[in-house]
């Protein structure tokens, strides 16, 4: 600066040739306060708590240069260093003496804390278990219950076979109170679908809630099991109890024989006791009301092990057998996962003959697989090109139905392990289909 003395121009130079030496700028920085430059004074000391941050003597020529009064002696720190005596120039004198600084007034640390109480949350979680002996789950108001959905069994692509056995076995019934009444027939039942992986036996069981006007509450193994003694117990009795307040409700156990896996199997004795209680709310013997409204079906892929005595009469007595979507069936999955495609002249009769034993899930993939193949072509090429019959049938000959390593596994059980006829659906369709 123009109008600085020689001295502080030379210890300037010095303080940026030697950052760190904090005894130096401590220097320059009382050779500035001295000067009445207090604003300088207050960056230099900030510099130089910044190199020495537990300097007393930094902070203490801090204060005085923000014109805040010393509480407590300083802790002696290293003297400064005296400047040599130099004549210095005649000043003007200043027009007007700095004001001396107010003290700053003490911290409102109330006020504070009630500015901040209501956006700074618990640091720590409470024990799920703290209130009551129950975690979270155990709340019945938990278990979310779909309303009764649009879906029909008209909506169910082909597979007539199957809805004929549903209209007759299960729904009918349901359908016609007085008959019931009449014949007394409880409203209440239990249906067990059973099939290859894939072939839809999650969505014909909405299709039925659709039919009955009913709610619908899924259950699987995730929603059950719970780490602590009890819990997963009390989870199967609150979604019965949620069911029978929703009633009508269908109760949907999706993949049963995790759920309800034979006990004489189970080594674990937390999975039998949720197999236990499974069978207790099942018979409506925890409720004073039953079952009355509540409709259960599950689903797995290995009925053969799910423990029997979810089988016996009065629980999951009727059986029905999802297979793999026959050609209408299959005709209008192939329409429903191209339907907003890019596709051109696709020949639907080639490929339903080709996809023979396809689950739904396969189906999907095929055309996933032709849309992947046409597009990487369109990339190469650089012009866009529609799906063609010839990529999805390229797509057919690479894959592989998923659906027969479960007929090999189903065939020794059908041939071997039909006590009381359980399987002589299955085993006339593996006749039908030459699979014996």
Same mark, same amino acid.
């Given at each position: 600066?123009?109008?600085?003395?020689? +001295?502080? %121009?030379?210890? &300037?130079?010095?303080? !940026?040739? *030697?950052?760190?030496? #904090?005894? =130096?700028?401590?220097?320059?920085?009382?050779? +500035?306060? %001295?000067?009445? &430059?207090?604003?300088? !004074?207050? *960056?230099?000391?900030? #510099?130089? =708590?910044?190199?020495?941050?537990?300097?007393a003597a930094a902070r203490a020529l801090m204060m005085r240069a923000m014109g805040v009064p010393s509480t407590s002696t300083p802790e002696p720190g290293p003297a400064p260093v005296q400047p040599p005596v130099v004549e210095?120039?005649?000043?003007?004198a200043p027009t007007e003496a700095p004001a001396p600084s107010e003290p700053a007034p003490a911290f409102d640390w109330a006020a504070a804390e009630q500015q901040v109480q209501d956006l700074?949350?618990?640091?720590?979680?409470?024990d799920p278990q703290a209130e009551g002996g129950e975690g979270a789950a155990g709340d019945a108001a938990a278990w979310d219950v779909d309303a009764p959905g649009a879906v029909r069994l008209a909506d169910v692509g082909g597979m007539e076979e199957v809805k004929d056995r549903l209209e007759a076995a299960f729904l009918a019934p349901m359908r016609n109170p007085e008959l019931r009444r009449l014949y007394g027939k409880s409203l209440r039942g239990g249906l067990l679908l059973y099939g290859p992986p894939g072939c839809g036996k999650t969505f014909i069981a909405r299709a039925v809630a659709g039919e009955l006007g009913a709610n619908f509450l899924t259950v699987s193994l995730s929603d059950v099991l719970d780490m602590w003694i009890g819990a997963s117990e009390k989870n199967i009795h609150d979604i019965f109890e949620t069911a029978r307040r929703q009633a009508p409700c269908v109760v949907f156990l999706d993949e049963l024989d995790a759920l309800g896996a034979k006990r004489s199997r189970t080594h674990h004795s937390g999975l039998r006791n949720v197999v236990n209680q499974l069978l207790t709310e099942l018979d409506g013997i925890a409720s004073g009301a039953g079952n009355e409204g509540v409709f259960v079906l599950a689903a797995t892929n290995v009925p053969w092990d799910v423990d029997i005595a979810l089988r016996r009469p009065g629980r999951l007595d009727r059986t029905l057998l999802v297979l793999p979507p026959d050609a209408a069936a299959r005709e209008a999955i192939l329409r429903y996962h191209l339907r907003e495609r890019p596709i051109e002249a696709v020949d639907l009769?080639?490929?339903?003959?080709?996809?023979?034993?396809?689950?739904?899930?396969?189906?999907?993939?095929?055309?996933?697989?032709?849309?992947?193949?046409?597009?990487?072509?369109?990339?190469?090429?650089?012009?866009?090109?529609?799906?063609?019959?010839?990529?999805?049938?390229?797509?057919?000959?690479?894959?592989?139905?998923?659906?027969?390593?479960?007929?090999?596994?189903a065939r020794n059980v059908a041939m071997f392990a039909n006590e009381g006829g359980l399987y002589d659906d299955l085993l006339a369709y593996l006749k039908r289909k030459r699979k014996l």
């Open positions: 600066m123009a109008d600085e003395s020689p +001295l502080i %121009s030379s210890l &300037r130079t010095a303080v !940026a040739a *030697a950052p760190g030496d #904090v005894p =130096l700028r401590l220097h320059f920085a009382e050779l +500035l306060l %001295s000067e009445g &430059r207090n604003e300088e !004074a207050v *960056a230099e000391a900030a #510099v130089a =708590l910044q190199h020495a941050p537990g300097d210095k120039p005649e000043a003007p700074v949350g618990p640091r720590f979680l409470e009769g080639k490929l339903v003959k080709v996809t023979e034993d396809f689950s739904g899930a396969d189906l999907a993939h095929l055309c996933e697989s032709a849309a992947e193949a046409a597009l990487l072509d369109s990339a190469r090429s650089g012009s866009v090109r529609l799906i063609t019959t010839k990529d999805l049938l390229g797509a057919a000959k690479q894959i592989k139905p998923s659906t027969e390593p479960w007929f090999a596994a």
